[in-house]
């Protein structure tokens, strides 16, 4: 069974300053990861993801992330935050080979970008 | 403009009553899925269907059903609604050959 965790359910930060978030899996297999952002009243759409290759990933809008093996880790960031940043965020992952190729989230993290 | 489309957008129903939401792609996608957002719990699986003809139970099945008559529909159905129920519903699609899903706009019920 494959699990995701992100470690903060809020993160709030001042418009310019820099944001990590933090996600954690968990898989017997290899995995696949994502990262989502939901603005407010909508659907999902993608930041980035990690199939294999190098381990530093980017994305739209100044976004990337970082797989680390070692740790089960896939942390997000981005140096400088615009208020549209303002979103919750997803941690998902695919284990593969498993049937469906399912995504299994996390439990999302919302960002408050502060002017 | 391609996508998937979810109908209703937001629905009021009473405990008990049966409900459909809709789902419709145009990408000739393979896989569908259906997935309730909870404040906190992220999104989770209900079901979904790998290719037309085929249905499975994602992670929180109990109390839906779903079908898979053609590529582009992938109906969710309450047959008896309850107020633990009540979520934001998300379909999304994926392509054979591709890893990330396309998701659509979402359809918030409540169930009084």
């Known amino acids: 069974a494959q699990s995701v965790t992100q470690l903060d359910s809020q993160v709030p930060v001042f418009e310019e300053a820099p944001v990590e978030l933090r996600c954690n899996y968990s898989s017997s297999v290899s995995v696949y990861l994502f990262w989502y952002v939901q603005y407010p009243n909508q659907g999902l759409q993608l930041l980035l993801k990690y199939l294999s290759g190098s381990t530093l990933v980017k994305g739209i809008n100044g976004f990337e992330a970082e797989f680390n093996k070692s740790q089960t880790s896939f942390h997000l960031r981005k140096p400088s935050v615009h208020i549209s940043d303002t979103a919750e965020y997803f941690c998902?992952?695919?284990?593969?080979?498993?049937?469906?190729?399912?995504?299994?989230f996390g439990g999302g993290t919302r960002v408050l970008v502060k002017p | 403009i391609a996508g998937i489309t979810q109908a209703p957008t937001s629905q009021i129903l009473a405990a008990g009553r049966r409900m459909t939401l809709r789902c419709t792609q145009d990408m000739r996608h393979n896989a569908m899925y259906w997935y309730r957002q909870d404040l906190g719990l992220g999104l989770r699986l209900i079901h979904y269907s790998n290719t037309a003809g085929t249905t499975g139970k994602g992670e929180v099945p109990d109390g839906y059903s779903v079908s898979r008559a053609n590529t582009d529909d992938f109906p969710l159905t309450l047959a008896s609604a309850v107020p633990s129920q009540t979520s934001v519903y998300f379909c999304?699609?994926?392509?054979?050959?591709?890893?990330?899903?396309?998701f659509g706009q979402g359809t918030r019920l409540t169930v009084v």
């Open positions: 999304a699609s994926r392509a054979a050959s591709r890893t990330e899903a396309f």
């Open positions: 998902a992952v695919i284990s593969v080979g498993a049937a469906g190729n399912k995504l299994t």
